[in-house]
Structure formats: structure tokens, C-alpha cells
């Protein structure tokens, strides 16, 4: 995964369609392994070199995610739950470590860590929220897992809440 994602430099990279489909066994199979581990990284390296590989199909690019948006682990909203989770908590603990060192440490008041907290969620409520329309989740189970999100995350804002929600409507139409 490591040096597939170092050719993620390059943006898109086109596969002759032999190796396409060697790649979707092989994104197949590790989303068994990502399935059955709860292995949210791999996951998240894996969504996004599905997005970056495609190979062309007369003018048009066929990226990888099209090959495993059937899975189990991408249909699975429990797993679109906690893998958001994951994601949020990543974000958060980055960047509030960055912004210590940018204050050299200092400690950041509530306020700015509550509103820090707001922004992270909100986008990466919305960047999954594409990654599952990517993958042509059903609009109900979107809307499920972003509605589970909302109630779970009890830091939001009400304006954040109302934010992510029409920008949801908005985008699932």
C-alpha cells in the first residue's frame, strides 16, 4: 500500500485493463482483511487509491472504487459509522498536536478547541459523504449513518448540525 501510495503523487494513473482487474482481486481480498480486522488506516488508503487508479473504457476513466463498491465493507453502515469515527478522532488529535506546536504548547482554551472540533467533523462528515456517494451508497443509509454521526458527536453545534444536514440534502438529491 505504501508504494502504491507514493504513485498517488501523480493525481490519476491509468491501468491497462490486465492490471485493472489484478487490482480489483487484490482491493477485493483486502477488503476481506480490512472487513474482518477493523483495520480503518488500510481503509482509508485504500479509498483513496480506488479513486486515483482507472483505466479507460473507450474516452471514459473507470477508477478502481467502482470495482468494490459492491463489498460488504463498503454497504456496511456500521462500518461507514466507525470508520468516520476513526477519521474524526485522526483529524482531532493532528491537529490540535499542530496547533500546540504552532503555540508552542500553550494550552488552546475550550472555545477554540470546541470550534476546532466543529470544523474537523463537519469535514469529514461531508468528505465521506462524497466517498459514499462515490461508491453509490443508498441515499437512505447515507442519511443513517450521517443522522448517527450528528447524535453521537454531541459536541456539534446546533448550526453545525444544520450546516452538515443541508449541505447532505443538498449533495443526496
Excluded: C
Aim: hydrophobic share 35%; aromatic share 10%; proline share 1%.
Amino acid at each position: 500500500m505504501i508504494v502504491l501510495g507514493n504513485q498517488r503523487s501523480n493525481t490519476n494513473i491509468e491501468l491497462s485493463t490486465k492490471l485493472f482487474d489484478i487490482f480489483s482481486k487484490m482491493f477485493s481480498f483486502i477488503s476481506d482483511v480490512i472487513l474482518k480486522e477493523k483495520d480503518y488506516e488500510t481503509e482509508n488508503n485504500l479509498l483513496i487509491l480506488s479513486q486515483t487508479f482507472y483505466k479507460l473504457d473507450k474516452e471514459t476513466k473507470i477508477y478502481l472504487y467502482v470495482a468494490i463498491k459492491n463489498h460488504q465493507l463498503f454497504q456496511s453502515e456500521e462500518n461507514w459509522i466507525e470508520f468516520i469515527k476513526y477519521q474524526i478522532s485522526s483529524d482531532s488529535n493532528s491537529k490540535i498536536l499542530y496547533n500546540e506546536q504552532i503555540e508552542e504548547k500553550k494550552e488552546l482554551n475550550q472555545k477554540n478547541i470546541k470550534k476546532l472540533n466543529n470544523q474537523i467533523i463537519y469535514s469529514q462528515i461531508i468528505s465521506a459523504n462524497q466517498s459514499m456517494k462515490n461508491l453509490e451508497l443508498d441515499n437512505n443509509k447515507i442519511n443513517n449513518i450521517i443522522n448517527t454521526l450528528i447524535q453521537f458527536y454531541t459536541i456539534l453545534t446546533p448550526e453545525t448540525k444544520e450546516e452538515i444536514m443541508k449541505f447532505i440534502n443538498m449533495e443526496n438529491k
